[in-house]
């Protein structure tokens, strides 16, 4: 912890992106309440996570870092959730595929309830309304009562990951992420196109002989993210280990800082500064060196492996320059980060109506990050990835062969668009590939 923070020290930072509420006592009684809540993760859990990133170097350990854009309460329901947990399993059995690889597994699920905005507020039907920021702070619908900020939202959302986390906690500990269970898997990849690729037989004869001669290894951790947006909510589970020592965010295993918030005296630095738990770090293409070298002697003093995961997301179209730059820069300053790749919020685009993002240029980001970091003698460790469960059409492209012409059939996202399960999957097989 640095010598200066406390809990509250944010306090005293540039504050940014928060919500604008209206009635002020209700919102600190909501805190008040949060703060005697139990939490949602323990230190303990968090230190497993802390052990497989300090590996990520010396072993195989790749991370999978996945879910919705920004989670709805309305999608806290059990089918959905299964179907996310299936996902996830099902990617990350494909990435470990013939590559003796492990798949550290984190979800954007249990708490990704907020979301920056670029604007406080948007025009919708001729009206000035504030904007959409996260069913933890306000509606989705575009009426005047719906979209202020209500700060009994908080609650809510701390009761929905509960819930959330319940229950994977439940299909974990009840043994779902042994293979004898993938045997339903054809049922759920949900394009013929993606069943009929040659790479899809392979693994499928693989997962049938590994049932018959009970050949595999369980890998039964899971852990949950989010990005530390709402600062209130934040410190309000930010607890003390008093067994061990050392304060830790209970919110989440891993949080991270978001290309909006990641100012150096911005009071979301500040906050993170004082935890234990790994955090992540946005990285866009118009990043300042030094800004980053500060950052990360800020959050990580001690120069600790497994603590700083450098979130890239740059575009297709820019990786190369701004990737390859930073690398040396900070290699050359013996920084120890961990480099993952984000490769969907520097390819978004409009089309009419519709923000969009194509998979050849989410597959051309991943491909120019596995062969940057081989350049430059450093270790690809993870993707960032939005994604569905859901077969939505948000994204154009892959062997599911969405086009422009299909985005209104099922577009779903309140915020961005996300990848749907075959593309997710069709995905994970370009990746093990890339291993």
Same mark, same amino acid.
């Given at each position: 912890?640095?010598k200066?923070w406390?809990?509250?020290?944010?306090?005293?930072?540039?504050?940014?992106?928060?919500?604008?509420?209206?009635?002020?006592?209700?919102?600190?009684?909501?805190?008040?309440?949060?703060?005697?809540?139990?939490?949602?993760? @323990?230190?303990?859990?968090?230190?497993?996570l802390?052990?497989?990133?300090?590996?990520?170097?010396?072993?195989? &350990?790749?991370?999978?870092?996945?879910?919705?854009?920004?989670?709805?309460?309305?999608d806290c329901?059990?089918?959905?959730?299964?179907?996310?947990?299936?996902?996830?399993?099902?990617?990350? #059995?494909?990435?470990?595929?013939? &590559?003796?690889?492990?798949?550290?597994?984190?979800?954007?699920i249990?708490?990704?309830?907020?979301?920056?905005r670029?604007?406080?507020?948007?025009?919708?039907?001729?009206?000035?309304?504030?904007?959409?920021?996260?069913?933890?702070?306000?509606?989705?619908?575009?009426?005047?009562?719906?979209?202020?900020?209500?700060?009994?939202?908080?609650?809510?959302?701390?009761?929905?990951?509960?819930?959330?986390?319940?229950?994977?906690?439940?299909?974990?500990?009840?043994?779902?992420s042994?293979?004898?269970?993938?045997?339903?898997?054809?049922?759920?990849?949900?394009?013929?196109?993606?069943?009929?690729?040659?790479?899809?037989?392979e @693994?499928?004869?693989?997962?049938?002989?590994?049932?018959?001669?009970?050949?595999?290894?369980? &890998?039964?951790?899971?852990?949950?993210?989010?990005?530390?947006?709402?600062?209130?909510?934040?410190?309000?589970?930010?607890?003390?280990?008093?067994?061990?020592?050392?304060?830790?965010?209970?919110?989440?295993?891993?949080?991270?800082?978001?290309?909006?918030?990641?100012?150096? &005296?911005?009071?979301?630095?500040?906050?993170?500064?004082?935890?234990?738990?790994?955090?992540?770090?946005?990285?866009?293409?118009?990043?300042?060196?030094?800004?980053?070298?500060?950052?990360?002697?800020?959050?990580?003093?001690?120069?600790?492996?497994? #603590?700083?995961?450098?979130?890239?997301? @740059?575009?297709?179209? /820019?990786?190369?320059n /701004?990737?390859?730059?930073?690398?040396?820069?900070?290699? #050359?300053?013996?920084?120890?980060?961990?480099?993952m790749?984000?490769?969907?919020?520097?390819?978004?685009?409009?089309?009419?109506?519709?923000?969009?993002?194509?998979?050849?240029?989410?597959?051309?980001?991943?491909?120019?990050f596995?062969?940057?970091?081989?350049?430059?003698?450093?270790?690809?460790?993870?993707?960032?990835?939005?994604?569905?469960?859901?077969?939505?059409?948000?994204?154009?492209?892959?062997?599911?062969?969405?086009?422009?012409?299909?985005?209104?059939?099922?577009?779903?996202?309140?915020v961005?668009?996300r990848?749907?399960?075959?593309?997710?999957?069709?995905?994970?097989?370009?990746?093990? /590939?890339?291993?």
């Amino acid at each position: 912890m640095l010598k200066n923070w406390s809990i509250d020290s944010w306090k005293n930072f540039d504050i940014h992106q928060q919500p604008i509420y209206e009635n002020i006592d209700t919102y600190n009684q909501v805190l008040e309440s949060l703060i005697k809540l139990p939490s949602l993760v @323990f230190s303990g859990e968090t230190r497993h996570l802390i052990s497989a990133l300090n590996e990520i170097e010396n072993n195989n &350990n790749f991370i999978l870092q996945i879910g919705d854009c920004s989670e709805s309460f309305n999608d806290c329901n059990g089918p959905k959730i299964h179907n996310f947990l299936r996902l996830v399993l099902q990617m990350s #059995k494909i990435i470990e595929f013939n &590559n003796k690889t492990n798949v550290v597994k984190i979800g954007r699920i249990a708490g990704q309830y907020a979301k920056p905005r670029s604007n406080d507020y948007e025009i919708l039907n001729n009206t000035k309304l504030p904007v959409y920021r996260g069913d933890n702070v306000n509606e989705y619908e575009p009426t005047y009562l719906d979209r202020i900020p209500k700060p009994e939202k908080l609650i809510q959302g701390y009761f929905y990951s509960t819930a959330t986390l319940n229950l994977i906690r439940a299909f974990i500990c009840g043994g779902y992420s042994d293979i004898k269970y993938f045997s339903d898997w054809e049922n759920h990849f949900y394009s013929s196109n993606l069943i009929n690729i040659k790479r899809y037989n392979e @693994f499928k004869d693989f997962l049938n002989q590994s049932l018959v001669s009970n050949d595999y290894t369980k &890998n039964d951790k899971f852990f949950i993210s989010h990005e530390a947006l709402l600062l209130g909510y934040e410190q309000a589970f930010i607890r003390e280990d008093t067994v061990n020592g050392g304060y830790y965010s209970t919110s989440a295993h891993t949080l991270w800082i978001g290309d909006r918030t990641r100012q150096l &005296n911005s009071a979301h630095v500040e906050l993170l500064s004082g935890i234990e738990n790994p955090i992540g770090i946005k990285v866009g293409p118009n990043y300042e060196t030094d800004v980053i070298i500060s950052l990360l002697n800020k959050l990580n003093p001690n120069n600790l492996k497994g #603590k700083i995961t450098l979130i890239t997301r @740059f575009g297709h179209d /820019k990786i190369k320059n /701004k990737l390859e730059d930073l690398q040396i820069i900070l290699k #050359k300053n013996k920084l120890n980060v961990i480099w993952m790749c984000d490769p969907m919020h520097g390819n978004t685009f409009t089309h009419e109506k519709f923000k969009v993002r194509s998979f050849d240029n989410i597959v051309s980001e991943i491909q120019s990050f596995f062969s940057i970091c081989k350049n430059n003698g450093i270790k690809p460790s993870g993707v960032h990835l939005e994604v569905t469960a859901d077969y939505v059409s948000e994204c154009v492209g892959g062997l599911c062969g969405l086009t422009f012409s299909n985005l209104g059939e099922k577009y779903c996202t309140k915020v961005d668009p996300r990848l749907n399960t075959a593309q997710a999957l069709e995905l994970a097989f370009i990746i093990n /590939k890339l291993i």
